[in-house]
DNA sequence: GCTCACATGTAATCCGTTACATGATTCT
DNA sequence: AGAATCATGTAACGGATTACATGTGAGC
């Protein structure tokens, strides 16, 4: 079966637990948003088309006026994640980094806007890093409660990432004489 | 003025010297491609749009029957460039990587496939790794004769980031029991 | 009473890629 | 002669974001 990347995402999400549109939305805000991100346009017309293909089963769970739908994997929606994990196929990797980008052209500026400009790049990854270990300790009881090490695993690599980045750029801040 | 980030690039480009939207393409391909990525589709028609507002200059170099328009920055342009890259406005960032969001999901399979799947990550870094060492005596060369070190610092920081995800990758597949 | 979080969905729009169309020159 | 590279451009398409529309329930 053919799928997009956003449906492996919604069937993964499902695998952890049952869950809604707006769940899945703000599960993934808090889980994969560093290296994955979704909105509400991709996530509720993908959880229709997953249920015509039988992947996903939903069910309505209004209690009172307040609507709600919530959705859950099938065995076949269980395979489709299975194979998609295990196939060794190609691995699509992107990476934007507009930071970057300005430091390759960074010749145009002076020193001391160079400084700046790591300095700002440094203090954004030390915002995601600080969001990131804000939320470490709500993967360790999940990972404690249902035994899923690896959402707890990826949030380990993302700090590190972070990491890595700032200390590659105080050490540039250093080599620079303003 | 409010120019998209591509607009940016493209003037970038073209402080390193004259170039045409091939040359700038081809020239991205082998530099910034790791983490900044155009197409022609959006390279011609800013070109023309950048051109209309002064920021570039297009002059016809046909030799002989192929057609050739090379662009160079103009003083506004030069500004313009600089002025984004010592704003401390925010940096755009973003990461889609395949390969951490299925080791997400990947409680979902067995030992050996998760080791299969770190070993897949690690071979498409590997091979970046290779491809940016590969590009490396030609940006040395290029900083030695301009004198613009940031290209080299830039490539430099690739090669950096692509060990340390391989690194990463080899840590944690020491760590599973297959 | 007000604000915030919960909840669903669609339409307009933007951004960017891919494929296509076309042709010259250079290298093997 | 044929393949690869140089060179320009557009149209169709796909993927994703944003804004909009709508309403409930809980806490202050």
Redesign the interface.
């Given at each position: 079966m053919d799928l997009s990347?956003t449906a492996?995402?919604v069937l993964?999400m499902l695998?952890l637990g049952k869950r809604t549109g707006y769940e899945i939305k703000s599960f993934m805000d808090r889980?994969?948003r560093?290296?994955?991100v979704a909105s509400y346009g991709q996530i509720y017309p993908e959880l229709k088309r997953l249920e015509e293909l039988g992947l996903v089963e939903g069910e309505a769970e209004s209690q009172g006026g307040r609507q709600r739908r919530a959705y859950m994997l099938t065995a076949a929606g269980?395979a489709e994640?299975?194979s998609?994990?295990?196939s060794?196929g190609?691995?699509?990797?992107?990476?934007?980094?507009?930071?970057?980008?300005?430091?390759?052209?960074?010749?145009?500026?002076?020193p001391a806007?160079?400084v700046?400009?790591l300095r700002?790049?440094r203090a954004?990854h030390t915002r995601?890093r600080a969001e990131l270990a804000a939320i470490e300790p709500a993967a360790e009881a999940a990972c404690d409660e249902d035994?899923?090490?690896?959402?707890l695993?990826?949030l380990e690599?993302g700090i590190?990432?972070a990491e890595?980045i700032t200390d590659?750029c105080e050490r540039?801040e250093r080599g620079i004489d303003v």
């Open positions: 990347k492996y995402v993964g695998r889980s994969t560093f290296f994955w269980e994640l299975r998609w994990i295990a060794g190609p691995l699509h990797f992107e990476l934007r980094h507009e930071g970057v980008l300005r430091l390759f052209f960074a010749d145009a500026a002076t806007e160079q700046g400009l700002t790049i954004e995601v035994g899923n090490r690896f959402p695993i990826t690599f590190a990432y890595f590659w540039m």
